[in-house]
T-cell receptor, first 116, second 111 residues
Framework: EPEVTQTPSHQVTQMGQEVILRCVPISNHLYFYWYRQILGQKVEFLVSFYNNEISEKSEIFDDQFSVERPDGSNFTLKIRSTKLEDSAMYFC??????????????FGQGTRLTVV | RKEVEQDPGPFNVPEGATVAFNCTYSNSASQSFFWYRQDCRKEPKLLMSVYSSGNEDGRFTAQLNRASQYISLLIRDSKLSDSATYLCVVSMNSGYSTLTFGKGTMLLVSP
C-alpha cells in the first residue's frame, strides 16, 4: 500500500538552529501539506503546496518557515532559527482529488522535533 | 472560537459495548467531513469519510446533520483495538482543501 514517508523520525536541535524535515508523498498525489501537533494539542495546518507553489498557509507559517519540492519526489519543510515553542510533531500529508467526498489526505508517520 | 469541537473524553467502555462520539463545527461553509483515528504519538489515519446521507463501514456508522452542524460516529461491538483518539475533521470544499481538526475524543476499551 502506498504511503507517505518522513525522515527523520526524531530530530533534536538547539534553539536558533535551522532544521529541514523531509517527506516523500504518495507518488501520484498532487497536493502536499505540512501539519504540526504540539504535545496534547490538536493537529494544526501549516501549509499546502500544489503545482510547485504554496496554495494556502496558516498564521503559524510565518517567515521562519519555508517549503520546497527540490525534485520529483521529495517535499521539505525548513524551519529557520528554531524556538522552544517549535517543539512538536510535524506531519506531512498528501492527497489527490479522486475522493468522492473530498480530499482524503494520507499522513506520514511524523517527525518529532525537539528544540532544546 | 473553536472551529471543530469534541468532547475530549476519555470514554471508558467494556469490550462489546456500543459507543457514540459527537462533534460540532462552526463554519457553515464546510463541505467535507471525516473521522480520523490517532493512536498515541502516531499519525492520524483516515477512518471514514462522512456523507450527507450517513454511511456505514462495518462496525462504524457516521452521520452528518448540516442544519445543526453536527457530526457523529457510532462504534458497535467495541474491540480492544478500537482504543485510540478519534478526530473529527472538516474541510471547506469538496475538492482540494486544508483540513481543520478537532482535538479528538479518547476511547479506552477494556476487557
Amino acid at each position: 500500500e502506498p504511503e507517505v514517508t518522513q525522515t527523520p523520525s526524531h530530530q533534536v536541535t538547539q534553539m536558533g538552529q535551522e532544521v529541514i524535515l523531509r517527506c516523500v508523498p504518495i507518488s501520484n498525489h498532487l497536493y502536499f501539506y505540512w501539519y504540526r501537533q504540539i504535545l496534547g494539542q490538536k493537529v494544526e495546518f501549516l501549509v499546502s503546496f500544489y503545482n510547485n507553489e504554496i496554495s494556502e498557509k496558516s498564521e503559524i507559517f510565518d517567515d521562519q518557515f519555508s517549503v520546497e519540492r527540490p525534485d520529483g519526489s521529495n517535499f521539505t519543510l525548513k524551519i529557520r532559527s528554531t524556538k522552544l515553542e517549535d517543539s512538536a510533531m510535524y506531519f506531512c500529508a498528501s492527497s489527490d482529488v479522486s475522493g468522492t467526498v473530498g480530499p482524503e489526505a494520507f499522513f506520514g508517520q511524523g517527525t518529532r522535533l525537539t528544540v532544546v | 472560537r473553536k472551529e471543530v469541537e469534541q468532547d475530549p473524553g476519555p470514554f471508558n467502555v467494556p469490550e462489546g459495548a456500543t459507543v457514540a462520539f459527537n462533534c460540532t463545527y462552526s463554519n457553515s461553509a464546510s463541505q467535507s467531513f471525516f473521522w480520523y483515528r490517532q493512536d498515541c504519538r502516531k499519525e492520524p489515519k483516515l477512518l471514514m469519510s462522512v456523507y450527507s446521507s450517513g454511511n456505514e463501514d462495518g462496525r462504524f456508522t457516521a452521520q452528518l446533520n448540516r442544519a445543526s452542524q453536527y457530526i457523529s460516529l457510532l462504534i458497535r461491538d467495541s474491540k480492544l483495538s478500537d482504543s485510540a483518539t478519534y478526530l473529527c475533521v472538516v474541510s471547506m470544499n469538496s475538492g482540494y482543501s486544508t483540513l481543520t481538526f478537532g482535538k479528538g475524543t479518547m476511547l479506552l476499551v477494556s476487557p
